[in-house]
């Protein structure tokens, strides 16, 4: 089964801070789906002035006592726990990414009929917007109805 995550709305290139300095500003943010037990690989960055941003993940599927568990390189957690993060992140000239934010794709928020429709369909899809409600990255757990998911056919 494939995982595609499917972001509209991103926030912009730069995140500005609070007046006080509680907290930074950040400039040429970047988001990218991080790695499991690797932090510091990401899969394809996107700018945070992109018109959009696509991520395809391979996974695999398995029956469980807590229903079908989604298991592969980009899925983070235990059974019943899942997720993927979204990394935000700053990109200096080198091209060095340092994260200062992340999301957490709940994939306990898939209903169980999407998530069996998508084992047999073959294509899990995520869709969302990045931009939270103050303007800045989207961040902490994503849950429906911040996110939709549905089960596609492979292309």
Known sequence: MRIRIEGVDLPGLTCLGTPDGSVPAYRNVHVAVQ?????????DPQPGDAASAVWTLECTTTASPLGVDVKGPYVQ??????????????????????????????????????????????????????????????????LPPAVTWTAEDTP
């Open 35 to 43: 790695r499991r037990d690797r932090p510091a690989e990401l899969l």
């Open 77 to 142: 957690g235990r059974p019943g726990n899942r997720f993927v993060y979204l990394s935000w992140g700053t990109v200096d000239d080198a091209g060095a990414f340092s994260m200062f934010r992340r999301a957490k794709l709940m994939l306990a928020g898939v209903p169980a009929r999407t998530l069996d429709a998508a084992g047999h369909s073959g294509l899990l899809v995520a869709r969302l917007g990045l931009t939270d409600a103050c303007g800045g990255p989207l961040c902490a757990r994503v």
